[in-house]
């Protein structure tokens, strides 16, 4: 082997070293890393958006109030099936999969009271298809009623709808910093009363 070939071979050599430490690491810093929380573990705080622990109490405070002001309010001999629609999104950030979380913490939360049963979203969502309507539609009592006959003829008939819907207010306060409310709001129809109920959940988040 001549000088040159030699040199060759000690550059190639030095090459392959470096690669063999830096590689590594950018791999640990590009690879998402996970690990299942404990029960006991809080929920994570989001940094950019509600997340986990802001839903969580805003779920749990809003369908508490709800249950009790209806339950209050209405005696029944059985369960009360009730339709939970999809939740209205009017606030300033995307739910993204939190859109089927919410429905499902509501329909949980309803069926463990022991006094509601929920309905099933694909009926709810076969229902509006096949009436044309969308959520908003159902206050008004005609188009209700369409809705309600679609749920009957399926077996699944409601006695009470409820409307999820979600806004946020924020406020700047400087460079990177803001301050956001979220407000959950729940509105429930009682088809046989006719009677609205309306209650908010509110949680405030810092931003920096």
């Known amino acids: 082997m001549d000088l040159e070939q030699g040199n060759q071979m000690k550059k ?70 009730v339709a939970v ?15 089927e979380q919410i429905f499902d913490k509501i329909s949980t939360s309803i069926n463990e009271s022991g006094r509601y049963q929920t309905i099933s979203l694909r009926y709810i969502d076969a229902g509006l298809r096949e009436s044309r309507l969308k959520s908003g539609d159902l206050f008004i009592p005609a188009k209700r009623r369409v809705f309600l006959d679609i749920l009957e003829a399926a077996k699944a008939p409601a006695q009470v709808l409820i409307f999820p819907k979600l806004t946020t207010g924020t406020t700047e306060l400087g460079p990177k910093r803001a301050q956001r409310n979220y407000l959950l709001t729940l509105e429930l129809v009682d088809i046989s009363t006719g009677r609205d109920f309306r209650v908010s959940e509110e949680v405030r988040k810092a931003y920096r």
Do not use: Y
Not at 85 to 99: F, M, P, T
């Open 12 to 81: 190639l050599f030095s090459v392959i070293c470096v690669l063999g430490t830096v590689l590594p690491i950018l791999s640990s810093c590009s690879m998402p890393a996970g690990r299942i929380m404990k029960s006991t573990e809080p929920d994570s705080v989001g940094s950019r958006a509600a997340g986990a622990a802001a839903f969580d109490q805003l779920l749990s405070g809003a369908v508490n109030k709800l249950l009790l002001s209806h339950g209050a309010a209405r005696e029944a001999a059985t369960k009360l099936s």
């Open 85 to 99: 629609l999809r939740v209205e999104n009017a606030s300033a950030e995307e739910l993204g999969d939190w859109q």
